[in-house]
T-cell receptor, first 113, second 113 residues
Framework: KQEVTQIPAALSVPEGENLVLNCSFT??????LQWFRQDPGKGLTSLLL?????REQTSGRLNASLDKSSGRSTLYIAASQPGDSATYLC????????????FGKGTKLTVNP | IAGITQAPTSQILAAGRRMTLRCTQD?????MYWYRQDLGLGLRLIHY???????GKGEVPDGYSVSRANTDDFPLTLASAVPSQTSVYFC????????????FGEGSRLTVL
């Protein structure tokens, strides 16, 4: 059974800092891995989707990498801003014909002005 | 483009009552999902649908039912609500089952007393 873990559960950084959020998964046979952002009281917004054949994806100040062999993905945020404060979740799509996307519990990021 | 619309946004319900959470998408996505999000437990899949006319059980299906009469609508029904069903419910959709980007609604906050 796939398990997805995000450590730390919470992170506080000063504005302007570059930071990395971590996501690990137990079964390396995945279709893709997605990163989401969730603001308080809101739904999840997709940030980046990395297919299993890809190593990384970039969107603006965000860069997500995928290392299937080690069961890890990272989300790199450059030059963080207070508006980046949110909870970031990763989710692994199982390649075994499973119908579910397995989510981590998220990292709550606070960027202090 | 509205994306995914959920209703109601919030509801307080007496135990034993029947409740239907509505979900409509305008993206013509084949796959739709219902998740519940609870503090400390993360997102858990309740039911899903690959395409109109088909549904399947997720991780926590007991006490819930769904239907998929057409592509756009995917209602979630609680036949007889219990306090443990107090949660935030999210509807989501994707173009391809477990291989595509996942889009979420804004959520329905349900409190069962």
């Amino acid at each position: 059974k796939q398990e997805v873990t995000q450590i730390p559960a919470a992170l506080s950084v000063p504005e302007g800092e570059n930071l990395v959020l971590n996501c690990s998964f137990t079964d390396s046979a995945i279709y893709n891995l997605q990163w989401f952002r969730q603001d308080p009281g809101k739904g999840l917004t997709s940030l980046l989707l990395i297919q299993s054949s890809q190593r990384e994806q970039t969107s603006g100040r965000l860069n997500a990498s995928l290392d299937k062999s080690s069961g890890r993905s990272t989300l790199y945020i450059a030059a963080s801003q207070p508006g980046d404060s949110a909870t970031y979740l990763c989710a692994a799509a199982d390649s075994g014909g499973s119908e579910k996307l397995v989510f981590g519990k998220g990292t709550k990021l606070t960027v202090n002005p | 483009i509205a994306g995914i619309t959920q209703a109601p946004t919030s509801q307080i319900l007496a135990a034993g009552r029947r409740m239907t959470l509505r979900c409509t998408q305008d993206m013509r996505h084949n796959a739709m999902y219902w998740y519940r999000q609870d503090l400390g437990l993360g997102l858990r899949l309740i039911h899903y649908s690959n395409t109109a006319g088909t549904t399947g059980k997720g991780e926590v299906p007991d006490g819930y039912s769904v239907s998929r009469a057409n592509t756009d609508d995917f209602p979630l029904t609680l036949a007889s609500a219990v306090p443990s069903q107090t949660s935030v419910y999210f509807c989501a959709s994707s173009g391809l089952m477990n291989t595509g980007e996942l889009f979420f609604g804004e959520g329905s906050r349900l409190t069962v007393l």
